[in-house]
């Protein structure tokens, strides 16, 4: 289902979230707090709470949810918001396997910046959270809507939703050619080569 | 090779945030921020609190039978106090707290433990949360500068910083 011009134009400049249910995954009481008083002023008001991984897999196999806000950091020496995600877009569960997840975390190394992309989660967002950055995020979600993928390795939105070119100008298959042109090795053609090749024809 | 399926669900999302009626963007984030506004004094309740745990597993992780257990702790506590730092005002102690992050993890990463090193962060925290110096002060960057510089050398050898700003995936 795609959304219509007018629909998108609408979303661009007010939100309306009175009706949506957010779980939300975070195992401190105090972060718990800050993310309900952050979408509270969005206009939200149906929460669905989850401080652990098990308590959140609950959730989302008793409820339909419109959108995951997940923790990266759950319980110590437990399976993690990333291993959650992971779990929920292999679950099968309909319709909150294909639910958008927003990955919350304070620290953004790589690795686990790298964990987030690959467990299937749609962005990931630095705390301290900022309200305008949340709320950007949420509605560039809504709008993009990306496709899912669904293969061995991987279950999530669709990733290469940004064309970059390939990793530092080379690419990695064997015929990708490189990003350098280099110098020309055959003679230019000629007019009449030119001609022949394009066909021209007087516009009558 | 495996088959890889493509499926685009309902967006279901985009259908209820664009319904009308709602809140205009501005409105929604300035009352978020008022929101957030009115817990304040709690989360900096929960930032000193942190703190405190801060040191104590400063302290145990620093003993020459300090374990994994106390430097894992190091990270969880400055996690904790980088999360919440700056929606209180507190941005560059929270800023030093993300160093830290990065320092323990860096250590844990390589079983390596350099307690000087994370001392330096500990109590450039604390001179920032007793001082109240203001976020952008030049005294706290230049600190935080210094805290940068050294984890960087640390790092140097080991994969590379962390990512600044939230990524998309």
Redesign the interface.
Known sequence: MSLSEDTLANLASRIQLKKATILLVEPTAQGMDVLSQILMGFGANHFLRASSFEEAQKVVADSPVDLIICEATLQPEESDGYDFVDWLRRSKLQPNAFAPVIVITSHTNRRNVGRARDCGAHFVVTKPLAPAVLLDRIIWIAQTNRPFVSCTAYVGPERRFQNLGPPDGNGRRADDLSAEIGVATDPNMSQDEIDNLMQPRKVS | M????????????????????????SD?????????D??RD??TG?VDVALSRLRESVAAASMVDGGAEAR?DVY?HA??I??????CGLGQL?QVA?NL??LA?CYIERQAWNSAAVAAHLDTMTLLRMAGLPDGSPEGVALLEGLKSLVRRVDASA???????????
């Open positions: 495996s088959a890889v399926i493509y499926t685009r669900p309902p967006n279901r999302l985009g259908k209820l945030l664009a319904a009308p009626g709602g809140r205009k963007l929604a984030v300035s009352e978020a921020q008022a929101n957030l009115s817990i709690q989360v929960e894992a969880a996690t904790a980088a999360g919440l730092a700056g929606l929270g993300y992050c990065e993890d994969g590379g910083p962390g990512l600044d700003q939230d990524a998309p995936l």
